[in-house]
T-cell receptor
């Protein structure tokens, strides 16, 4: 019940295309859902986050869609660029403020 | 922009040795965390720390591990009697409140 399931494992998108990464959770006590971007050899960096009382949040080319009833949320990257190539992790915050991470999606944007 | 820093960036140790991983959280943050990432796997929570005590710890964080805030700026993770399976990237994170956690660049630990 503490898991966050993330798909796909890897994704190849053409430059200018839309990248979509999906996550699902079971624990309804999760109260905050961030997405992190990680480049090789670096720590995860917060990209965008949403709370469960909001269905969508947009920041620049990045949008989170949140479906509370389905317990699913997704990251959309519009106009994907080669510089977006990285590993993306969804996460959910549980008790004690700990983050539970998804398995990660390796995104490659082809120029 | 303030950031979390970690030292060393890489640590190689022999099995059975003790290692101390160091972190300097963002200066006005009150909550501190350690996570680890085994190569190719997801980031896993180890422990959270607030008001000079552990708030929560995972099953991974057994008696082999300990954390300490020895002064006003550092936050350390000590791993006693290291095992091969402790080889991983260890990330420190901090947050001002129970909100956004900011991660450091990590320490890559290799146990031989």
């Amino acid at each position: 019940q503490q898991q966050v399931k993330q798909s796909p494992q890897s994704l190849i998108v053409q430059k200018g295309g839309i990248s979509i990464i999906n996550c699902a959770y079971e624990n309804t006590a999760f109260d905050y859902f961030p997405w992190y971007q990680q480049f090789p050899g670096k720590g995860p960096a917060l990209l965008i986050a949403i709370r469960p009382d909001v269905s969508e949040k947009k920041e620049g080319r990045f949008t989170i869609s949140f479906n509370k009833s389905a317990k699913q949320f997704s990251l959309h990257i519009m106009d994907s660029q080669p510089g977006d190539s990285a590993t993306y992790f969804c996460a959910a915050r549980g008790g004690g403020n700990k983050l539970v991470f998804g398995a990660g999606t390796i995104l490659r944007v082809k120029s | 922009e303030p950031e979390v820093t970690q030292t060393p960036s890489h640590q190689v140790t022999q099995m059975g040795q003790e290692v101390i991983l160091r972190c300097v959280p963002i200066s006005n943050h009150l909550y501190f965390y350690w996570y680890r990432q085994i190569l190719g796997q997801k980031v896993e929570f180890l422990v959270s720390f607030y008001n000079n005590e552990i708030s929560e710890k995972s099953e991974i964080f057994d008696d082999q591990f300990s954390v300490e805030r020895p002064d006003g700026s550092n936050f350390t993770l000590k791993i006693r009697s290291t095992k091969l399976e402790d080889s991983a990237m260890y990330f420190c994170a901090s947050s001002r409140d129970k909100g956004t956690q900011y991660f450091g660049p990590g320490t890559r630990l290799l146990v031989l």
